[in-house]
């Protein structure tokens, strides 16, 4: 079984940033590729960014493109959201998840997902 916990969240002015934390645990000696969703109040999850199990590969939601990167340090099983540049459509529930399946931007490939982190964004 693999855990996962979303920290870094809270409330931020537009252009302003927050880097989002994800720390998983368990199973962690298979290194799972990784992704981040949001999920905005009234709307369905989104994908927002994802990661290779070694990080060399990145994959983003073309809303994000440019302000948000993602990483990951194996060595401290987290992997990050940088987030710059924020606007207020930005506003949502961010959730890390880990993939076993083959899709980075398909919400059912994943199957492990934390609770989520807030993120809000004011004008």
């Known amino acids: 079984q693999v855990q996962l916990v979303e920290s870094g969240g809270g409330l931020v002015q537009a252009g302003g940033s927050l880097r989002l934390s994800c720390t998983v645990s368990?199973?962690?000696?298979?290194?799972?590729?990784m992704g981040w969703f949001r999920q905005a109040p009234g709307k369905v999850r989104d994908f927002v960014a994802a990661?290779?199990?070694?990080?060399?590969?990145?994959y983003y939601a073309d809303s994000v493109k440019g302000r948000f990167t993602i990483s990951r340090d194996n060595a401290k099983n987290t992997v990050y959201l940088q987030m710059s540049s924020l606007k207020p459509e930005d506003t949502a529930v961010y959730y890390c998840?880990?993939?076993?399946?083959?899709?980075?931007?398909?919400?059912?490939?994943?199957?492990?997902w934390g609770q989520g982190t807030q993120v809000t964004v004011s004008s």
């Open positions: 998840a880990a993939r076993r399946g083959a899709n980075y931007a398909t919400l059912s490939d994943y199957d492990y």
């Open positions: 368990g199973r962690t000696s298979s290194l799972y590729p």
């Open positions: 990661i290779n199990w070694n990080g060399d590969s990145t």
